[in-house]
């Protein structure tokens, strides 16, 4: 059960492993193109079609009929991963061996919808990923596997994705191997150190050039590639948005959202935040060199707060 690229390696390992897939739970297709009249299915869709699995797409699992369907496959156990749909109680009791979630988090620090961003956006050096049997309330099941990895100074929210995604494949594996050997155990949360990891909103992603530099150079890491931090900026057509994908922070000072030299550096609450790969809506990513190139920000240019 999963919908978006973090869920496919999950999938792809355990069919290399020889388990028998009775169904792969996915969210249904969204609407795509100018119009919407196409559909683009999800990341496991494609993926599940590659194996010639059967894939189910319900809106809902709260209804009889989606839990006597469930049930009918009569599945030892259910593998969870960023699926999106809420499993209620009827759906969790019917394999025989529960329902397992693989979290990118090293529980119980951040539960909830966006662990990764939540943590590198917190100056966190570590994190992990971790299988824990699921409850009904949300990610308080006791953990049985879990594995750490390092958060790099100038890692970014897409790098780490990637790597947890990976090294959660070969946990949920791991894991079956000792569920199918009766050697699976399983350790409750501790109940202190519990964070929640909420959804991105929008006006979090608006770069706060009053902030110190290190926190912005942890938004910008945090938010890359999507949502992305962003400024906005007038380049002749009135305000626009301004992603930032990469940055590093440098010991200057001048009037927090001043450009103060030819590299695009801006002046933050303490010290400040040279961009060095920024992205324009409707374009490709591009250096800092290649947007003043464009852009022509002056040296002592002010970047105000949109209204």
Not at 228 to 245: H, N, P, Q, S, T
Not at 252 to 270: F, H, K, W, Y
Request: glycine share 8%; hydrophobic share 45%.
């Amino acid at each position: 059960m999963g919908t978006p690229d973090f869920s496919v390696p999950v999938l792809t390992e355990i069919a290399a492993r020889g388990h028998d897939i009775v169904a792969v739970y996915t969210r249904a297709p969204k609407p795509a193109g100018r119009r919407g009249l196409e559909t683009l299915p999800s990341p496991v869709a494609l993926a599940a079609t590659k194996l010639g699995l059967p894939i189910l797409t319900p809106t809902s699992l709260r209804t009889p009929e989606a839990a006597a369907l469930f049930a009918s496959h009569k599945a030892d156990i259910a593998i969870v991963v960023a699926y999106g749909l809420i499993l209620p109680k009827a759906i969790l009791d019917a394999p025989a061996r529960g329902c397992l979630n693989l979290h990118a988090s090293l529980l119980p620090r951040w539960r909830g919808a966006a662990p990764i961003q939540r943590a590198i956006m917190a100056g966190d050096r570590e994190t992990g990923v971790a299988v824990m049997r699921m409850e009904e309330t949300l990610d308080t099941g006791p953990v049985a596997l879990e594995e750490r990895v390092a958060i790099g100074a100038e890692m970014t929210a897409g790098e780490l994705h990637d790597k947890l995604s990976s090294i959660g494949a070969d946990l949920i594996a791991r894991t079956l191997d000792l569920l199918a050997q009766d050697e699976l155990t399983f350790t409750p949360q501790p109940t202190t150190g519990v964070t929640y990891a909420e959804k991105i909103s929008k006006a979090e992603a608006v770069i706060d050039w009053s902030r110190d530099a290190a926190a912005l150079h942890d938004l910008v890491r945090g938010l890359s590639p999507f949502p992305g931090a962003a400024f906005f900026v007038d380049l002749g057509k009135g305000a626009e948005r301004i992603k930032v994908l990469r940055s590093h922070t440098v010991a200057m000072q001048g009037v927090p959202g001043t450009i103060l030299d030819g590299d695009l550096t801006i002046a933050c609450g303490r010290d400040a935040l040279r961009l060095l790969e920024v992205q324009r809506a409707g374009r490709a990513p591009m250096s800092a060199a290649e947007f003043l190139r464009g852009a022509r920000l002056a040296r002592g240019a002010l970047l105000r707060q949109p209204d």
